[in-house]
């Protein structure tokens, strides 16, 4: 039954695909999983991407007999409905009754009075393979929770649409945060399966700790294969042509450049007040995901990203620095650039990229500067793939 179900979901779930990659993400990988779910009272750490087809992960298990008690929701909530940084509050499922407990707000983690009447966790996310995207830093927490509390915790893995390219600065871990919690480059190359490995084969949890982890692996996936995600990872990332620019213009979020929020182009438009130049135009408005979006009702003027090709910006296969320069070169009022608190240190995982910036220094030669920290990090890397690049 399972194969015939593995082989059917194959065919078809993915044919939407413009690359026509047939690929199974972990949670349609069930006869891998499904038989260590047999008599557990189940707790999963899903969202909106949770899904088997057009079918959540939570409605799946439940009609194949698993004993699901209990929902955990990260950032954007379990429907993926809250805007970036909101806190999420704890509910309960209407289709299912189920408890959902959030982790993103008082708290990052399950605790232990969460986890009476859990005996085991699933974690099934889709990530996007980008250092800053809180969902790896939501795993670093439930593994931390798991060893804590002497749960084993089962990743169903899935494929990285950033997963063709390894870029950036190595964070530096004086400067760690929720958007940043592990010394990485912005763009790991890896699937959170392998990432989760990673966390435990580093000592990242600290102190010797390890979480009983084991990653279902998608099949049929390499690094190198293009990869369109069938449904949208967060609110802001509506398409794969934002997915694609996030690495390369994240940075902004640091800086009074809109990237979009508040529009129907999030992450695929740059503007500010301020800026002088460019031949675009629009107004931040209050939208879903976005109800109090930067440079609310401010016209903002810019760069319009949104006809760029999909294909050519994954064929880059880098972070483009382009855009972060030519915007700090041309913003008439420099010293109000960065924003108060440096959140822009955070996310770029250290001070360098911002003195580098403020220097004048070329695209070139900050790159240079990431070259002998990636060269490490790739040795290391190694020993944690499940796929081939």
Known sequence: MHLRFIIHFAAILYSFNSYAVAVIPGAGNMAAYLPQLGGKRVGLIVNQTSVLGNIHLVDTLIKRGVKVVKIFAPEHGFRGKADAGEKISDSVDPSTGIPIISIYGSKRAPQKSDLEGVDILVFDIQDVGVRFYTYISTLHYVMQSCHENNRSLIVLDRPNPNGHFVDGNILD???????????????????????????????????????????????????????????????????????????????????????????????QVLGAPAMQTGDFTFTPRPFPGATNPPQNGLLCRGRNLSGLEVEDLRRLGRIDLSYLISFYRDYPQKDSFFLKGLFFDKLAGGSNLREMLVAGYSEERIRESWQPGLAKFLLTRKKYLLYQD
């Open 173 to 267: 871990t004086a400067y760690r945060s929720f958007v940043g919690m592990h010394p990485v480059p912005i763009v790991h190359g890896m699937t959170i399966g392998e990432y989760g490995q990673m966390i435990n084969g580093e000592n990242w949890l600290g102190f010797g700790r390890r979480c009983q982890l084991e990653v279902i692996p998608c099949l049929g996936y390499r690094h190198a294969d293009p990869y369109d995600l069938p449904i949208p990872p967060s609110p802001n990332l509506p398409n794969m042509r934002a997915i694609l620019l996030y690495p390369s213009i994240c940075y902004f979020e640091g800086t009074p450049v809109s990237l979009g929020r508040g529009t129907d182009k999030q992450f």
